[in-house]
């Protein structure tokens, strides 16, 4: 299933595409997409059945944009947004980092988390806003030590597209770890939508593509990633408990403007970064000013 959440800032609404693309109204059925929601069998199927039946109310025939409607993030209440750094192999090498001998983790705050189509805020003082494609893996049941990659992959309700925004001189240059570069407002598009897991039958096997005002910067594959879904899942269980709702954004490949020859072509306010991952849908953000 493609499940999302339409509305206002603030008063999105459950939704989900059925099977000829039209968006239906979730709201009669359950309160909202979160992790309660996809830790709970029974309503998950409540929602299959509901979504078979025909019987939803529609809310947009084909794109919901062009009816108006805003798509929020296709996940409300975020426990916490675990991120791995230099995952594939093509992007380590033109950063000029040696390959990982474990995935580097770091963490954004679930308030960077907005909308696919949401502008994203060029931070005061910053001279390096830098754009990242990235798969987002959404947890769907307590993970918690795990043994193996199928029980990694069990733990997993869905994915989505993520754009992980960085600022690499906060991230970089300003002392400390990553965290200045990575928790600006805005900084975590995600969506349009929560693809369910059993509609990804190998997250090893995606496409991943950015555009920057119509060019062409970011064109990779999962199957390039040096640690691969289920050995991210599985490793991070380890370090910290992953809870329904939580979200992983598993790392970018190559084509960063940090990763580009002089003079790097950085954001700036009025750039428009479109972006899309084969069966997850696409993203658009216009950049303004903080």
Not at 80 to 87: E, F, P, Y
Not at 128 to 133: A, G, H, R, S, Y
Not at 134 to 156: F, P, W
Not at 247 to 273: C, F, S
Request: proline fraction near 8%.
């Amino acid at each position: 299933m493609k499940l999302l959440r339409v509305g206002p800032v603030g008063a999105e609404s459950p939704a989900v595409f059925d099977r000829d693309g039209v968006l239906r109204d979730l709201s009669e059925v359950v309160p909202d997409i979160d992790g309660a929601l996809l830790a709970d069998d029974a309503a998950m199927d409540r929602v299959r059945a509901a979504v078979e039946g025909g019987d939803l109310p529609v809310l947009a025939a084909a794109d919901p944009a062009g009816d108006g409607l805003r798509i929020g993030p296709p996940l409300a209440r975020i426990g916490k947004v675990v991120c791995i750094g230099l995952n594939y192999h093509d992007h380590a090498s033109e950063t000029g980092a040696a390959i990982p001998a474990e995935p580097i983790i770091f963490m954004k705050a679930p308030d960077t988390v907005v909308g696919p189509d949401d502008t994203v805020l060029v931070p005061r003082g910053s001279v390096k806003t830098d754009w990242e494609v990235e798969l987002a893996v959404v947890i769907g049941a307590t993970a918690r030590y795990l043994e193996s990659d199928e029980q990694a992959l069990a733990s997993v309700a869905g994915y989505a597209v993520a754009h992980d925004v960085s600022e690499r001189e906060f991230q970089i240059e300003r002392g400390g770890q990553w965290d200045k570069g990575k928790n600006c407002e805005t900084f975590n598009p995600l969506g349009p939508w929560l693809v369910t897991a059993d509609e990804v039958p190998d997250p090893q096997a995606l496409g991943l593509r950015l555009w920057v005002n119509g060019v062409v910067k970011q064109n990779g594959s999962t199957a390039d990633q040096i640690f691969p879904v289920a050995e991210v899942v599985r490793y991070v269980s380890q370090f910290m408990t992953l809870y329904p709702g939580d979200v992983i954004n598993t790392g970018t490949p190559a084509g960063v403007a940090m990763g580009q020859p002089e003079p790097k072509p950085y954001l700036r306010a009025g750039d428009v970064v479109e972006l899309e991952i084969d069966g997850l849908g696409r993203q658009r953000q216009q950049l303004k000013d903080a």
